[in-house]
């Protein structure tokens, strides 16, 4: 029985690898144009709220990391921390915990492959139980991201440099998602980023704790995104992420700190109050002096950097196709803001999605058949050689007693 069910398994795989599109990938450009979009130019700076879009509670029977963590537990811990935002995203699960409030946003992480080829879904209608377990290439990478865009308001890749789940080849290529959680207290992925966006992708910052033991105050309270909207409604909330009024924030931990230092530390974090196009320049103001601004360019090419100042400004250059500001205080608290980025037209140009290769991907799926056919015909040889034997056995046992 074992060895039919392990059969089974092997054989729907096969298939699901076998039935994968091949895509064709266009060549990718950096951004161009006359005009600069900047993400901020209309925000209020009293509007920031602090969300937290990753982390893990008990799910499956407490097979999956997070088992120790209860919805109550997540919820009060976040919320004496001051956030207004706190979504869990439980592994292959809906959680439905606070789904009566307006604040409320159905999520959950997709993927369960070995390679760690996740993905936040945000706005999520149903679970996706499609996926590629074993071993992932571009195509199949892009075939999710395409299913997964089509289900959710919102798809973000997820902590893209764990296992190198996503390469940065892989970001220069990859269409169809919104997001990219370039902050995640295990590993920060800001080669990820630069590369997507070099490549001409206008992926916005999502922060996460992604905490899988919110008991711990070393994984909670980490890094965070914040959004602007006067709204905790889901869709303003999911509105703002969309059109990048939003960055990441790695929130500066003393050594030993529990959770009530915690908290009074999150009260005193300083915010964004401006963010400006003027001409060519570029105009960033926090609420008190920082440490240094650092402005980074096409290839995360540090382009300027300022010191000890609450206002920096930074002259675009024709040359640059986005520009994205990291903010550093001196408690080593640090901002990360989305990019400025230029185009043409009315708003954001998007890369061209990849499309299928109809010759090869019939070329793949007609030597799976081949396959697929060559081992059912050596199972049924082998099922019939087996009861062959029994029958011979049987034999000889009725006449050789």
């Known amino acids: 029985m074992f060895f039919w069910l392990i059969l089974l398994l092997l054989i729907m795989f096969f298939i699901i690898y076998a039935l994968a599109p091949i895509y064709t990938f266009p060549e990718y450009k950096p951004f161009y144009g006359d005009k600069i979009y900047n993400p901020y130019g209309n ?18 029977w407490g097979i999956t990391n997070g088992r120790h963590n209860t919805n109550q537990a997540i919820h ?27 604040t409320y946003i159905p999520t959950y992480e997709h993927g369960y492959g070995i390679q760690k080829v996740h993905q936040v879904c945000l706005g999520a209608e ?15 990478k892009q075939h999710m991201l395409n299913i997964l865009s089509d289900q959710n308001k919102m798809v973000t890749i997820a902590h893209p440099k764990i296992r190198n789940g996503y390469t940065l080849e892989d970001m220069h290529y990859l269409t169809n998602y919104d997001l990219i959680e370039v902050l995640n207290q295990i590993r920060f992925s800001l080669e990820h980023w630069d590369a997507a966006l070099s490549s001409g992708h206008p992926a916005f910052i999502l922060a996460n704790d992604d905490a899988h033991d919110v008991f711990n105050p070393n994984e909670v309270g980490r890094v965070c995104t914040f959004i602007n909207t006067h709204s905790v ?18 929130i500066a931990m003393p050594q030993g700190s529990d959770f009530v230092q915690k908290a009074e530390d999150h009260k005193n974090i300083p915010f964004v109050q401006s963010v400006h196009v003027r001409n060519d320049s570029l105009f960033v103001r926090v609420s008190e002096p920082a440490a240094t601004f650092t402005f980074i360019g096409q290839n995360g090419v540090v382009k300027k950097t300022i010191s000890d100042t609450s206002l ?9 196709s986005y520009i994205r500001t990291e903010i550093t205080f001196p408690n080593s608290t640090k901002f990360y803001l989305n990019p400025v980025i230029r185009h043409q037209g009315d708003g954001i140009n998007h890369q061209a999605s990849p ?7 019939w070329i793949l799926r007609g ?12 199972v049924v040889k082998v099922y019939r050689n087996r009861k062959r034997k029994k029958r011979i056995s049987k034999r000889y046992y009725h006449y050789g007693r």
């Open 367 to 378: 030597v799976a058949l081949v396959i697929s056919i060559l081992i059912l015909w050596i």
């Open 312 to 320: 920096a400004c930074y002259r675009i250059m024709p040359i640059d």
């Open 355 to 361: 499309g299928i290769d109809n010759v090869k991907t």
């Open 233 to 250: 409604d889901a869709d303003d909330v999911l509105n703002a992420l969309k059109a990048g009024r939003a960055y990441g924030a790695d």
């Open 126 to 140: 149903r679970i996706c139980w499609i996926d590629y377990p074993f071993y992932q290439n571009k195509s199949h």
């Open 76 to 102: 009060t811990i976040y919320s004496q921390l001051g956030y207004d935002i706190i979504v869990t995203s439980d592994y292959m699960k809906i959680n439905a915990y606070g789904d009566e409030s307006i």
């Open 43 to 60: 925000i209020d700076s009293t509007a920031w709220k602090k969300g937290n879009f990753q982390v893990q509670s008990r799910a499956w």
